[in-house]
Each structure stands twice: as C-alpha cells, then as structure tokens.
T-cell receptor, first 112, second 117 residues
C-alpha cells in the first residue's frame, strides 16, 4: 500500500460544482501539503498544515479550502469549481522541515 | 520570501552524454535545497538534498548536485545519462529560520530532461 494515498485519481466535474480531493498518509508525519501542477509552472503551494490545528495558506489559496480531519488526513475542497482549476493536484507529507517530502500519485482534475 | 528558478524548461541530450540542470534560488535566510524527479504519470520522488556540510551532494541513480552559496545555485549533474533518466526534474527550497525550517517547500518550474538514443 502507498504511504500517501490520494482519492480520486481522476475526476471530471462541471463548472460550479463542489468537489473534494482527499489525502491520507500512513507515515505518521505531522506536516501535510497540497500543491497543484500546471505545465511550465512547476508545483504551486495551495495550503499547508503543520498539525491538526495549524493550517496555512500557500501562494494560490483563492478558490480552495482545506480540512485537516486528523493527523493522517488532509482534504482539499473546491467550493465552486471553475475551468482554470483544471490541473494535476498533489498531496505531500513531511516530518519536520529539513526532511524530504513524500508525494501521493496525484489527482487529475478536469473542470468542464 | 523564497523563490526558485530553473533556467531551462527542456534539456535534450543523447544517451551516455553528461547533463547539467540548472537551479537558482532567492532567499534572505539560510535554506535547505532539494531535487525531485517525476516520471510520467507518477508523483515526485527525492533525488538528493542539501542541508549542511559538504557542498557536493550525491543522490540516487548517479546524480549529484553542488550548492554554491555565493551564486545561490544548486545545479544537478550526471556524468552519463540513460534513456531511463527521461523525466521532469524539480528543484525545491525550504527556508531555515531560527535554526529550523518552518516547513514551506517551494518548487521551481521544472526541467524536462529527454534522453535520446
């Protein structure tokens, strides 16, 4: 089983719909991150969380919200999806700031 | 605020040739530096990291990188590439404040390495 699991792996949704992307980890890490990847732009940080009660906005948080339901779970929501949110979304976990981040396999989201 | 610039969006190279992927960063404080690789349809995995000490860092699959503080660079190199090295490579930085990193990890735009036979 993967250490960082994202569900769903692929999703097509309509403009204006609410959608949630889920991430769970079995590594016991305290820090969790959501990134979106667009061609030529690298990975842009949406939100990050240092523990259940500590959630921070990244560079591109507008239009997104998150929930850290437990140390192992970190969900990303699009309240009203729009086409320019079509992207590949990655969840990552990390234990401490000087360690490597472990990534999920990604969720490919298409908003039509 | 920290930022990362990868100077080449695409690097084509022939098999067994050497390669260098360039990365420059900007930060007002000390940093930790990372290189990640992304194979098609997969997530990212760590190639190597610089935290402190020797400025030449060796990673997996024969890759190495050199930290140059004066030039704020962390270029990735491999002396002889293989077809299987074809992938996208990302440089990333995490700032160190008060002796510890506060955890935000910023990525560059990515460099697509294509190795031709």
């Amino acid at each position: 089983d993967a250490d960082v699991t994202q569900t769903p792996r692929n999703r097509i949704t309509k403009t204006g719909k609410r959608i949630m992307l889920e991430c769970s980890q079995t590594k016991g890490h305290d820090r969790m991150y959501w990134y979106r990847q667009d061609p030529g732009l690298g990975l842009q940080l949406i939100y990050y969380s240092f523990d259940v009660k500590d959630i921070n906005k990244g560079e591109i948080s507008d239009g997104y919200s998150v929930s850290r339901q437990a140390q192992a779970k970190f969900s990303l929501s699009l309240e009203s999806a729009i086409p320019n949110q079509t992207a590949l979304y990655f969840c990552a976990t990390r234990q401490g700031g000087n360690t490597e981040a472990f990534f999920g396999q990604g969720t490919r989201l298409t908003v039509v | 605020a920290q930022s990362v610039t990868q100077l080449d969006s695409q690097v084509p190279v022939f098999e067994e040739a050497p390669v260098e992927l360039r990365c420059n960063y900007s930060s007002s404080v000390s940093v930790y530096l990372f290189w990640y690789v992304q194979y098609p349809n997969q997530g990212l995995q760590l190639l190597l990291k610089y935290l402190s000490g020797s400025t030449l860092v060796k990673g997996i699959n024969g890759f190495e990188a050199e930290f140059n503080k004066s030039q704020t660079s962390f270029h990735l190199r491999k002396p002889s590439v293989h077809i299987s090295d074809t992938a996208e490579y990302f440089c990333a930085v995490s700032e160190v404040i008060g002796g510890t990193s506060y955890g935000k990890l910023t990525f560059g735009q990515g460099t697509i390495l294509t190795v031709h036979p």
